[in-house]
């Protein structure tokens, strides 16, 4: 049976130029550092899928990191799927990228014969908004060679870790209807990085052949609180946006859509504001 996502939209940060922004910032030093010590290992020309890639920021990293190595991005929004060529032209790793767009439970049509030849398959937080995690880990866990393969994935604690400093009253009510809103998918649970070791057991790995860690981003400095900011208040201000019309559904109203973004820009002005995003991360070898 196929994954449940295939039928609903859960992505609830959208296709827009907010979600864009906010993923484009991403790179291989702040997302996938756990990873690296694996990739040392692996011959040069290693093949490397990466799962729901986004905009492929991240991918584009790694390719220009390992030049010998072929990277594979897959993700169902054209407007990621898009930027990330852009991003691949601009970083001149045109070469040994290949974008396409597509979703996990399609990834027989879309990779054909590749599906079971990779050395690597990897996302980036994008279990957590699917459905059936546990169904699309083990097309992940198929997707890499039988012997030797490595599955690994990064997803958010969501509500559980993130701490906003200060917590002004509206970022505590956007906090309050993120976690309502991630949550309230059908299987799709806030906080799912807890569950994400745990999720690896059920899809078939023993326990030795999982490594199990956490890691942590900080927004801090200026351009990391514009960024996070800018992409926050984005959405909150667009009526069209997925997050919009979720936070709508959940009893939010368009004067809590005001007081929200205020909020946020107040926190970004603020020398003493400070952020945590805890992130549960899996490395996983077949075989
Ligand atoms: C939070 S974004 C992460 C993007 C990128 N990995 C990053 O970290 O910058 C989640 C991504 O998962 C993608 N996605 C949603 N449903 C998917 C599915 N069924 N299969 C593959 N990707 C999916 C979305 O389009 C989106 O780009």
Redesign the pocket.
């Known amino acids: 049976m196929p994954p449940q996502?295939e039928k609903e939209n859960t992505?609830t940060?959208g296709y827009n130029k907010s979600s864009l922004d906010r993923?484009t910032f991403?790179n291989v030093e702040t997302?996938a550092a756990f990873l690296i010590p694996y990739l040392e290992f692996l011959r040069p020309d290693f093949s490397f899928l990466d799962?729901?890639?986004?905009?492929g920021?991240?991918t584009t990293d790694l390719a220009s990191r390992y030049p010998q190595a072929s990277f594979t991005g897959?993700?169902?929004?054209k407007i990621?799927i898009d930027k990330a060529k852009d991003l691949a032209r601009e970083r001149g790793v045109e070469d040994n990228t290949n974008f396409l767009v597509g979703?996990?439970?399609s990834i027989d049509q879309v990779l054909g014969t590749k599906v079971g030849t990779f050395d690597v398959v990897s996302?980036?937080?994008?279990l957590t908004?699917?459905v059936d995690p546990l169904a699309?880990l083990k097309i992940m866990k198929a997707a890499a060679r039988r012997e030797g393969g490595i599955v690994a994935a990064r997803e958010a604690t969501t509500t559980i870790g993130d701490i906003f400093y200060p917590l002004l009253p509206g970022i505590e009510k956007w906090q309050k209807l993120q976690a309502e809103i991630v949550g309230a998918k059908t299987g799709g649970v806030a906080g799912f990085g807890p569950r994400l070791l745990e999720t690896a057991l059920h899809a078939g790995w023993a326990r030795d052949k999982i490594k199990a860690g956490a890691g942590v981003w900080c927004y801090s400095d200026a351009a990391e609180k514009q960024m996070w900011v800018g992409s926050v208040v984005g959405m909150l201000e667009n009526r069209d946006s997925e997050w919009y019309k979720k936070a709508l559904e959940k009893g939010g109203t368009e004067e809590d859509m005001k007081i929200m973004a205020e909020a946020w820009r107040e926190w970004e002005g603020r020398d003493e504001a400070w952020s945590t995003f805890m992130s549960a991360e899996i490395v996983c070898r077949n075989g």
């Open positions: 996502e992505f940060t993923y991403r997302c799962i729901g890639c986004g905009p920021s991240i897959i993700d169902p929004g990621f979703n996990l439970a996302c980036h937080q994008v908004h699917l699309n």
